[in-house]
């Protein structure tokens, strides 16, 4: 498994956390920027990482920002991106169960870095079930195509 990692200036210091504990949890990650606290355009971010998975360079992405909002609405805007902004472990596995989220958002000012490895192992881990939630995101695909 691979996983990209971005975040803006916003997320960064939580990025960084996360990147050690994928290290603890011997997982390859990328890291596609940002690389400091000055302030960035976190679309710039999103969109990055989001592409490495649709490319297959990488399995998931896991995106920070402040709230984890913004970069799961710029994220969602790149085909074939599934993104889940979460700031539970329910919801991180219900999103990988029945939604096949490939792309993980998280807020720095929202969630702290307990919760975030916690949030990130589960989604990591947490297989897809298919079954009638195939039929859900390829209705999901149906939309998407509708407008690009």
């Not at 971010?45 to 998975?53: D, G, L, T």
């Not at 990130?120 to 149906?142: A, C, N, P, S, Y």
């Amino acid at each position: 498994m691979k996983v990209a990692v971005a975040s803006d200036h916003g997320g960064y210091n939580l990025k960084e956390i996360i990147k050690e504990y994928l290290e603890e949890l011997n997982v390859e990650y990328q890291d596609f920027g940002c690389h400091g606290l000055e302030s960035v355009d976190y679309p710039k971010y999103a969109k990055i990482a989001a592409e490495s998975v649709v490319k297959g360079d990488c399995d998931f992405a896991i995106i920070v920002c402040g709230t984890g909002v913004g970069v799961a609405i710029a994220a969602n805007k790149v085909k074939g991106i599934r993104a889940a902004n979460c700031h539970d472990c329910f919801s991180a596995k219900a999103t990988r169960e029945h939604n096949d989220a490939n792309v993980l958002t998280l807020g720095e000012r929202v969630v702290g870095p307990g919760l975030a490895k916690m949030i990130v192992k589960t989604f990591l881990e947490t297989k897809f079930e298919g079954g009638r939630h195939q039929r859900r995101i390829d209705q999901i695909k149906e939309i998407e195509d509708m407008w690009r």
